[in-house]
């Protein structure tokens, strides 16, 4: 089981760090008193073995008025639990927590009255140094931002390198329905041939290997599929590096009466089998989940080898003579 107990300044980064490790799949709890830490570790001990309480994370810090003497006897009561914790005391220069107070208008929790807010840091900053001395990991947050302030929480707790940190999602849509309200990048594909205006086709789903191969033998798919990798390829490392924890796909049809949906972290690999030039995971993993079903059409998330092209590629003006030719039919 994970254990942290967060604790140091105020205003240089407590509660934001606890906002990460929640995102990363932590049981977080925020201004803990010192004389519940105990009995909380017991109960997050008991409840380990299933799964719920296996990565823990909690604040403790002068909001809670007690002296830090009973924080270390609280922390000598999870060594003698046999409970492997860590402390992680977060700083920040003077100036650069006297400016987060000012931006935001919070008020100081110093116990203090009548100081001024600096003098209110320096006083709390001399009250927590025994907390810093006997921390496992100090954290300076001066001049960073939420992005790299994230990343250094990753590479202190071995949670991955920051660019396996993103979830990305690709989901299906009609246009319709609507574009979905929590689609980052939306891709309109409705210049592709349409399966629909194909009587063999008219009543397949894009799950079905004859519409893919339908698809796949106009070069219109085959370019737009070979552009949209090159542009994946600058765009997720740029998202990872800005500090985007997930980032949501929409690919969108004509119709599509059904929805798919497919999630997974990064790191990516493309169909040529390089990493992080592309979406698609390599197939087999743990990591790969399907929900729901796809649209009608839009096959082109799949992670089965493409099959060869079924027709020869068409330019678009065949495309658009044939496609008028198949309306006047119906």
């Not at 980064?13 to 925020?30: N, P, Q, R, T």
């Not at 574009?179 to 041939?193: K, N, Q, S, W």
């Not at 629909?196 to 106009?218: D, N, Q, W």
């Amino acid at each position: 089981m994970e254990f942290i107990i967060i604790s140091g300044l105020s205003g240089a980064g407590k509660s934001s760090a606890a906002a990460f490790l929640e995102d990363l799949g932590f049981y977080c709890v925020d201004n803990m008193p010192v004389a519940l830490i105990s009995n909380f570790a017991g109960l997050c001990m008991a409840g380990a073995g299933t799964g719920k309480y296996s990565r823990v994370a909690l604040v403790t810090d002068i909001r809670g008025g007690q002296t830090f003497d009973e924080l270390f006897q609280a922390l000598d009561s999870l060594t003698e639990m046999h409970l492997e914790y860590q402390l992680l005391f977060i700083e920040a220069a003077d100036e650069d927590i006297v400016r987060r107070y000012k931006e935001t208008r919070h008020t100081h929790p110093s116990p203090g009255r009548g100081y001024s807010l600096p003098e209110a840091v320096k006083l709390e900053r001399m009250a927590l140094e025994p907390v810093r001395r006997r921390a496992s990991h100090i954290l300076n947050s001066t001049g960073l931002n939420l992005s790299k302030f994230r990343a250094e929480l990753l590479r202190l707790f071995g949670m991955g390198a920051p660019e396996e940190s993103m979830t990305v999602a690709v989901t299906s849509f009609g246009f319709k329905h609507g574009i979905p309200i929590e689609a980052d990048l939306v891709f309109d594909v409705r210049f592709m041939p349409n399966p629909y205006y194909i009587a063999e086709l008219k009543e397949c789903t894009g799950l079905e290997e004859a519409v893919r191969s339908f698809l796949f033998g106009y070069r219109q798919t085959t370019e737009f599929m070979r552009h949209l990798e090159e542009l994946f390829a600058f765009l997720l490392p740029q998202y990872v590096e800005e500090g985007k924890a997930a980032l949501v796909i929409g690919i969108g049809c004509t119709g599509g009466a059904t929805t798919a949906r497919w999630r997974w972290p990064t790191p990516w690999r493309s169909s040529s089998g390089r990493r992080g030039t592309g979406w698609r995971r390599p197939t087999g993993t743990s990591q790969d989940k399907k929900i729901g079903t796809r649209s009608a059409g839009l096959p082109i998330l799949r992670d089965a080898p493409r099959p060869a092209p079924a027709k020869p590629a068409l330019s678009g003006e065949e495309f658009f003579a044939r496609r008028m030719s198949v309306q006047k039919r119906i």
